[in-house]
């Protein structure tokens, strides 16, 4: 009886201790992560994922392990990024976790969506694709409201411009980590077809 005492006693003090132990919860970054957010994240990509520039996007609401493989991807060269290798390349996985973990938990903010006849036509494409071109319907798996999935980003409200870059990237492999999918899409494009769905994807919330 009294072997069992001390194993039950250790047990209880690491189920105690286990909640101080996690990372903080509700997306509050800890000391060191709140450190690296302000003096490199937040210049391109806002303090708390909402990016000031239509260039750099938007990281507040997008899946956790989607954001967690893009930054592992950037450090680790799969992703080439003269931009975003430099900023990852001394993080370790923690610290990559717990930034996915915090822009993840971050509200996206409402948007405009531009061009309503444009809009008209991405809107079009997103939930039908192109039948001719051969074009699937963007929808059927980024989900009806561009909500994406854990592993299968989310494409609502992400800034247009940024939504046109990775599409040209896409479609000449310049995007280097898991681009099939998207390359064979991406290639069936028109100019007016990218520029209208990144429209029509950057209303969407
Ligand atoms: C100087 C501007 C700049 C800074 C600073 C910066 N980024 Fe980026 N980030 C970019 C650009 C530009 C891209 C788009 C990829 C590309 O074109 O190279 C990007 C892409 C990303 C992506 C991929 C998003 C997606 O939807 O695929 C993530 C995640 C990301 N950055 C996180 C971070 C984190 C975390 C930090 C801080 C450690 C950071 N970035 C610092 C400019 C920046
Ligand atoms: C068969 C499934 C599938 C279809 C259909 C599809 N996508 Fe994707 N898409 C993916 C996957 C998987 C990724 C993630 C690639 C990665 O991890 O690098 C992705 C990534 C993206 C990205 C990069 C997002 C970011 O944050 O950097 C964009 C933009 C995108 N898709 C737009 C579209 C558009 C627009 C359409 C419709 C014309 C479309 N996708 C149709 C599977 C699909």
Do not use: W
Not at 1 to 24: G, R
Not at 66 to 82: E, P, T
Not at 97 to 113: M, P, V
């Amino acid at each position: 009886m009294k072997s069992l005492v001390k194993p039950l006693l250790a047990l209880a003090l690491i189920l105690l201790a286990a909640p101080t132990a996690a990372a903080p919860a509700g997306g509050e970054a800890s000391p060191r992560v709140a450190e690296i957010i302000a003096s490199r994240c937040a210049l391109c990509h806002g303090p708390e994922g909402e990016s000031a520039s239509a260039i750099y996007p938007r990281l507040a609401a997008q899946h956790p392990g989607y954001l967690k493989k893009q930054l592992k991807d950037f450090r680790d060269g799969q992703r080439k990024s003269d931009t975003m290798s430099d900023m990852v390349k001394d993080l370790k996985d923690e610290d990559i976790a717990a930034l996915a973990t915090f822009f993840a938990s971050k509200k996206a903010g409402g948007r405009q969506s531009g061009d309503v006849d444009l809009a008209g036509v991405g809107k079009f494409i997103f939930h039908r694709g192109n039948t001719f071109s051969g074009v699937s319907a963007c929808a059927s798996c980024h989900g009806p409201k561009g909500f994406g999935t854990e592993h299968l980003p989310r494409l609502a409200g992400q800034h247009p411009a940024y939504i046109e870059t990775q599409l040209k990237e896409f479609n000449k492999r310049e995007r280097t980590n898991d681009n099939s999918i998207m390359h064979s899409i991406a290639s069936k494009l028109t100019e007016l077809e990218t520029k209208a769905v990144a429209v029509y994807i950057g209303g969407l919330q």
